[in-house]
């Protein structure tokens, strides 16, 4: 990951955690055992995602550099979807920005 890759996947990441936080302060009805559960899923989709990259670029299809620029990618695409998300759960202001 080049230096400007790995500043707009922190942006974007630290974004995604903003907008997150802000409606779990508002919204989160869950007990400990349910954020167990979440954190389990999360864990599980990090181990199969990583195992596919690694499989795909040992195997030549993808470079480190591609892979990379499509994980920021998505990133900031979700980044974008979860401030959305939170500015219209929470009927914030549509310029809110989650940084």
Do not use: C
Request: charged fraction near 30%; hydrophobic fraction near 40%; avoid cysteine.
């Amino acid at each position: 990951m080049d230096e400007d890759q790995e500043r707009r996947y922190y942006k974007a990441s630290h974004s995604m955690q903003a907008a997150i936080g802000v409606l779990m302060q508002r919204e989160w009805k869950g007990t400990p055992s349910d954020a167990k559960h979440l954190r389990t899923g999360i864990n599980s989709a990090m181990a199969e995602h990583g195992s596919l990259a690694r499989l795909l670029i040992k195997k030549g299809i993808i470079d480190e550099h591609e892979y990379f620029e499509a994980v920021i990618e998505g990133a900031e695409m979700e980044a974008d979807l979860m401030a959305q998300y939170a500015i219209k759960t929470l009927g914030l202001p549509p310029d809110t920005k989650f940084i």
